[in-house]
């Protein structure tokens, strides 16, 4: 029977890691395309715009589901974690340290009295990140980030560093999606 149900019907774990998967890809071909046709700084006018409707289309795509990118070291203020995405970016950040960040982390809590399936994605800066999120940004990527992000945090990262999580949560009863934490 649960074989079956698993064949019909994605888990909450395997919908919400999919989702992500989903988010992921779709953030990189545009990111790889778009840093080979306009360098770093031309770069930034279409992840301002895309990041966000990406997650939107996603989110419309599973059925309204939640699911952001968020980061303690924020750029765009859209992307600034809740209390409970903060203290799990917090221990993330700690299993970093010791050198053991999980490659996904999937726990339960309730949000206004109701049980939520959290699951994260960690994200790691690599080489490809630097020219937008490292310490020594070129003066014209300088220049159109202090323009569009005034408040921006997320620079000064080096490769290897622990930068924020895709973060999903599915409501564990009555509807399977379009929760709103
Ligand atoms: C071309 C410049 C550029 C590159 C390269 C780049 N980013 Fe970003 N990143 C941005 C911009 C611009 C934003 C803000 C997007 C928005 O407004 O939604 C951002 C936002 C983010 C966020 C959301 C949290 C926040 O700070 O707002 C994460 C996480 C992130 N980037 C990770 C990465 C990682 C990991 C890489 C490398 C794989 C990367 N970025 C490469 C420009 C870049």
Sequence with gaps: MTVLWLLIALSPHEQARQAADELLSALKATLKAEMAARGPAGAIAVCR???????????RQHGGIYIRRVSRKWRNPADIPTPDEDSLLVLLEARFREGALPREWVDTLV??????????RPLVVGGLCLACHGEKLAPEVDSVLRLRYPHDRARGYREGDFRGIVVVKLPLEGARTGGSP
Excluded: E, V
């Design 111 to 120: 949000l206004n009295g109701k049980p939520f399936l959290r699951y994260a």
């Design 49 to 59: 715009d895309t990041a966000q409707i990406l997650l939107q289309q996603i989110s």
